[in-house]
């Protein structure tokens, strides 16, 4: 892929501080995120309210050269489903509590 860095700066990157700041403003979750140049990425998030925001802006986190790295996902699910608990039955079958430490 063309390194379009330049592009990002100069043409997405004044909308997305506006599309930021209005979203901040309005309480509004969102997520984005922009690959520039191989493995490069540029990502923003917003991610009061729903949780699927919480796990964009992880997943994001986890990008290596070639794609995502599961593991680092999943040690971020299991540790969150620790503190926030779960109804999963994966998580539960490797032995992570479905009601946090402290919440009986």
């Known amino acids: 892929m063309e390194n379009k860095e330049s592009v990002y700066d100069k043409r997405i990157n004044p909308l997305m501080l506006e599309i930021i700041r209005i ?11 922009f690959e520039f140049a191989d493995n490069s990425f540029c990502t923003s998030a917003h991610d009061v309210g729903h949780s699927v925001m919480k796990h964009y802006r992880a997943l994001s986190q986890c990008a290596e050269r070639g794609g995502v790295n599961v593991d680092k996902y999943m040690f971020w699910v ?11 039955i994966v998580l539960h079958q490797m032995g992570v509590p479905e009601v946090p430490n402290g919440s009986d």
């Open 23 to 33: 979203c901040q403003e309005e309480e509004m979750p969102f997520f984005a995120s």
């Open 78 to 88: 299991a540790k969150t489903a620790r503190v926030e608990g779960h109804s999963s």
